[in-house]
């Protein structure tokens, strides 16, 4: 079993910063692909950024020059960076993570979630 803990989340006023962390712990035998999506109120789950083992990103054209995505194989952890943040950025973040189990299975795991607001 694997587990993704997410933290970091909070309330900021608009133009703030926020740093997300998301921490992958269990039967891990390789971490794939990484990312953040996000879902507002009355909306569809997005995907915010994602990250390959490599250090290869993409990302949304809504967080482009805003969000920074990034990871840390040696902690089986990922982050997100979010400067300037808008109040259209209020949501829940959630991590997911591609992982090759120690008895060889391959399954997406998605973390619980961290709320982000942005208000003044």
């Known amino acids: 079993q694997v587990q993704l803990v997410e933290s970091g989340g909070g309330l900021v006023q608009p133009g703030g910063s926020l740093r997300l962390s998301c921490a992958a712990s269990g039967s891990i035998f390789r971490i794939n692909d990484m990312g953040w999506s996000r879902q507002a109120p009355g909306k569809q789950r997005e995907l915010v950024a994602a990250i390959t083992s490599g250090g290869n990103t993409n990302y949304a054209d809504f967080v482009k020059g805003r969000f920074t995505i990034s990871r840390d194989n040696a902690k089986n952890t990922v982050y997100l960076q979010m400067n300037s943040l808008k109040p259209e950025d209020t949501a829940v973040y959630y991590c997911?993570?591609?992982?090759?189990?120690?008895?060889?299975?391959?399954?997406?795991?998605w973390g619980q979630g961290t709320q982000v607001t942005v208000s003044s």
């Open positions: 997911n993570a591609n992982v090759r189990s120690s008895w060889g299975s391959v399954n997406d795991y």
